[in-house]
């Protein structure tokens, strides 16, 4: 069993930044490719960003390249998201997700999920 926590939502401007982070506890974090998706209102969940076990290789819907970064800490058990330069469309629950044997790009192929952070960005 992993268990996720995330933090470091919250209420941003456009244009602001936010860095969410996800600690985890439980097996072996580096096991896992770890990967952020988001649920907007009314919406389906949708991928956001994967990093790999080591994180020599990081993933990236469209529309984030270039604003959101992922990265993770192995040693501390932690994956980040820094998200810069946000949007009113970026608004969400933030969830982290751990996949076993896949790259953490899927909502169906994850293993274990966090129980979200919210963020809203203002216009």
């Known amino acids: 069993q992993l268990q996720l926590v995330e933090s470091g939502g919250g209420l941003v401007q456009t244009g602001g930044s936010l860095r969410l982070s996800c600690a985890a506890s439980?097996?072996?974090?580096?096991?896992?490719?770890m990967g952020w998706f988001r649920q907007a209102p009314g919406k389906e969940r949708e991928f956001v960003a994967a990093i790999s076990r080591g994180g020599a290789n990081t993933y990236y819907v469209d529309s984030e390249k270039g604003r959101f970064t992922i990265s993770r800490d192995n040693a501390k058990n932690t994956v980040y998201l820094q998200m810069n330069s946000l949007k009113p469309e970026d608004t969400g629950v933030y969830y982290c997700?751990?996949?076993?044997?896949?790259?953490?790009?899927?909502?169906?192929?994850?293993?274990?999920w966090g129980k979200g952070t919210l963020v809203t960005v203002s216009s």
């Open positions: 439980g097996r072996t974090f580096s096991s896992y490719a």
């Open positions: 997700a751990a996949d076993w044997g896949g790259r953490g790009t899927e909502v169906s192929g994850m293993d274990y």
